[in-house]
């Protein structure tokens, strides 16, 4: 039975049911109002959970699914879910909020854009909350599919469906790979349940599938979450609505990737190659998106890179906290910080990344650009946007005393402890960690003063903007600015989120360190004395402002990389190599000619078929318990051929339906006398529909010619023919005789009415033995009659347009 928890999950999904119909009803309201409550009850839900979690305690609600095949809708909150489970609705809350002033219901289709909004909401609290990795992953895979969706809302935008068809291909293909490492879990646990698979991680170590399965989910985290060299599809992303930039790309979606790292830490993290792995690509992406990001000249894709960046600083932090689980106890263990300081710039990031992103869509909403080249001077007119600028930016960059400085000083620590690590080779090349941390924070720093000193200092450039820049109204600031409070908030008193927050959500990273009573010390606080990490904050500080100073002057560094060798360049030729291949492959076989394509398949039917019934010595003729064949039977099987002859050679339109007409209603009759009356009434129905629309069709058609065309004679044809004649001849005579089982038709009858309740067998087997079958085939046609919808629409539309 169904939970308030899993209500929880599903509810952005029948919320998303009826925002058409609000969208119709109620015009004169902004859509976005209605929605509004649904992340925010969803909020004052979760936050019930906070004492529980706090206890180490944890809630699981479990639904059977599929229990055959061990797929249940399973629920877990525990510190973990949580946190991602608040950051989901409680960013959501203030996203809604910003899109209610930033998109004009009169000009935009905002049943589209809120429907898939709490589609992808909804997606992401099952990613979270799923205790069964096939659930997870079908959340997993919506996700993708609503952010498609959301990317691709100004659909008439070439760049935006470039960059929804981009995101849509890497991280889609991401998430089959790790499928395929979820199936390998499986086949070494026995159970698709998180949980159960955590309390046997000790067990399947040295299995041989751990690696390979390890390899394939982390390809899908670093899919999902932007690693290097899969960056590439957040930054045309960016070409989604500045809300979905703000909810998918800097607090939810992306974070996907990171909650799993997190969430399957306990399995994987004993091994070396885990935090090699995890670290390495985290301070690779750290490095490179921040690199990356000064070269932009947008302020929408300076923010896509440094969120790459970011990602790649809190995954790092993950890998090194790894190191932890080789530890016994918290006693003497250096690296369990490594953790806090991950889990804590997860919600720094949400924080000052969301107000950024929104500041620069109101940047935008108001001048008409997010060109650096053409702002300027804008903090006179807009001094609100630009406070949010400041304390966003100066956060990212790590100063102080925002929230971003504390996490920051907390990553540069971890860094330096994992030199001492001394597993895995790490004490001798580990120095590669905190050196890259650093400088990768000196591009950090420039980058954020870019978006504050390009934008809003300097001057004015009215002439350039396209239209007069002023401040926006209090609706679109008001999100913005609660960000920004807790941007100073968590950086005045962090420790408002150690123990009710942080700490739990350690637990479900660290289990293995906490004995029965225990928990992690969390203090977060500023000074810590003239500490290496001090030194290389002034450090960054000090040289990331004389690089940001002198930026002209060695800014052409950049021009060094050839587009042809970037991956986007690579991405393209690849794409545009598939589709050219694709083409030609398809052009080869598709002739447009029915009887190549019959070829084919009629081919491929006997080599496949003959070589398995003879392969498998399955051919035999048993003609001990076959019935006697009736005069009846006898005189139908004659007019069968005999019509079939006709159907072939007759010239005539009229005769050749009559013929087609006459073989329906012949097997119509064999049904009868098998004693099969539903199915020869089902006959009956479609060759009287058949026969009545095939002669509407051809009434219409022009008369064949009377001229006579000699017809070539083709051997392979007739070898072929023969063949498939043969072929099923042979696999009726060898089914009826090779009788391995008992016949289930005699299970039919009683069991269609004492265990599926239902009086007409044949209804039953439909709806409830073969349900998935039916199910399928209903979802084909569905899909079918949309794509119809779709193109009249569209050539509705076109036509309007003309």
Not at 124 to 133: E, R
Not at 276 to 293: I, P, R, Y
Not at 649 to 665: D, E, N
Request: net charge neutral; aromatic share 14%.
């Amino acid at each position: 039975m169904l939970t308030a928890l899993h209500f929880a999950i599903i509810a952005p999904f029948i919320a998303a049911i009826f925002v058409p119909i609000l969208y119709k009803k109620f015009t004169h309201i902004h859509t976005g109002w209605f929605v509004l409550a649904v992340p925010a009850l969803l909020f004052l839900y979760f936050l019930q959970y906070l004492p529980i979690t706090a206890n180490k305690e944890t809630v699981t609600a479990v639904v059977d699914w599929i229990p055959s095949l061990g797929i249940h809708f399973a629920a877990h909150v525990d510190g973990l879910g949580l946190l991602f489970a608040l950051l989901i609705t409680g960013i959501g809350i203030l996203v809604v909020l910003y899109s209610i002033y930033y998109l004009s219901k009169e000009k935009e289709a905002l049943y589209n854009f809120y429907t898939f909004l709490l589609m992808f909401m909804g997606a992401m609290l099952g990613v979270v909350l799923s205790d069964n990795l096939i659930v997870l992953y079908t959340f997993w895979e919506i996700t993708s599919l609503s952010s498609f969706l959301l990317i691709s809302y100004w659909y008439e935008r070439e760049k935006s469906r470039y960059g929804a068809l981009k995101s849509m291909l890497i991280t889609v293909m991401g998430g089959f790979a790790m499928l395929v490492g979820f199936v390998m879990l499986y086949s070494m646990t026995g159970t698709f349940r998180i949980q159960e698979i955590i309390a046997s991680a000790g067990e399947i170590a040295s299995h041989s599938l751990f690696i390979p399965a390890m390899l394939t989910i982390l390809l899908g985290a670093f899919t999902k979450s932007a690693q290097f060299p899969f960056h590439i599809w957040l930054p045309d992303a960016m070409e989604a609505p500045t809300p979905v930039s703000a909810y998918l790309h800097s607090a939810t979606m992306v974070k996907a990737g990171i909650y799993l790292v997190a969430r399957l830490s306990p399995v994987f993290a004993i091994s070396g190659e885990w935090l090699w792995l995890v670290a390495g690509f985290g301070l690779t992406t750290l490095f490179w998106g921040s690199f990356s990001a000064v070269r932009q000249t947008d302020l929408k894709g300076i923010l896509a890179f440094s969120t790459v960046s970011q990602l790649g600083m809190i995954l790092s932090m993950l890998g090194v906290g790894a190191a932890a689980i080789h530890f016994d106890s918290m006693e003497d263990n250096l690296y369990v910080g490594a953790t806090t300081a991950a889990l804590f710039h997860l919600i720094n990031h949400a924080t000052f990344k969301g107000s950024l992103f929104m500041m620069v869509g109101i940047v935008d909403h108001e001048t008409g650009t997010r060109d650096i080249r053409r702002l300027g001077g804008l903090m006179t007119v807009m001094p609100i946007t630009f406070t949010i600028a400041v304390i966003g930016s100066f956060s990212m960059a790590g100063l102080p005393p925002f929230n971003g400085f504390l996490s920051k000083e907390m990553f540069f620590t971890a860094m330096v402890d994992i030199t001492s690590f001394h597993l895995f080779n790490i004490d001798n090349i580990g120095v590669v960690f905190p050196v890259v941390a650093w400088i990768a924070s000196i591009f950090t720093f420039i980058y954020s003063m870019m978006l504050v000193f390009k934008t809003f200092t300097g001057k004015m450039q009215p002439e350039k903007l396209d239209t007069k820049p002023h401040e926006a109204p209090f609706g679109m600031l008001l999100s913005p600015i609660v960000l920004i409070i807790l941007v100073v908030v968590f950086g005045f008193f962090p420790n408002i989120l150690s123990y009710s927050v942080i700490e739990p959500a350690m637990a479900s990273i660290l289990p293995s360190l906490l004995g029965e009573g225990e928990q992690f010390y969390v203090d977060i606080y500023f000074w810590h004395g003239w500490t290496i990490e001090l030194f290389m904050t002034l450090g960054v500080i000090g040289i990331g402002t004389l690089l940001y100073l002198s930026l002209r002057k060695w800014v052409a560094i950049y021009r060094a990389f050839p587009d042809s060798l970037t991956l986007n360049h690579v991405y393209d030729q690849t794409v545009v190599g598939v589709d050219r291949m694709s083409r030609r492959l398809t052009g080869s076989y598709m002739t447009g000619f029915v009887r190549d394509y019959l070829l084919y398949i009629f081919s491929f039917f006997v080599a496949a078929l003959v070589f398995v019934l003879f392969n498998k010595n399955a051919f035999s003729i048993e003609a001990a318990e076959l019935a006697p064949i009736s005069v009846y039977e006898t005189v139908l099987a004659i007019v069968l051929v005999t019509t079939a002859f006709v159907v072939m050679f007759t010239k005539s339109r009229l005769k050749a339906i009559i013929g087609l007409g006459v073989l329906g209603y012949t097997i119509a009759l064999f049904f009868v006398i098998f004693r099969a009356p539903d199915l020869a009434l089902t006959q009956l129905i479609i060759e009287t529909v058949s026969v009545a629309l095939f002669l509407l069709c051809f009434y219409h058609l022009p008369q064949i010619s009377q001229e006579l065309e000699k017809v070539r004679f083709r051997l392979g044809n007739l070898i072929i023919s023969i063949a498939v004649g043969i072929t099923v001849t042979l696999i009726g005579i060898s089914a009826n005789s090779n009788r391995l089982f008992e016949s289930i038709s005699g299970f039919f009858p009683d069991a269609s009415y004492d265990e599926a309740g239902g009086k007409n067998m044949v209804n039953v087997i439909l709806v409830d033995f073969r349900g998935f079958d039916t199910l399928l085939e209903i979802l084909v046609l569905g899909i079918a009659a949309l794509g119809i919808y779709t193109m009249i629409k569209l050539r509705l539309a076109r036509r309007n347009e003309l």
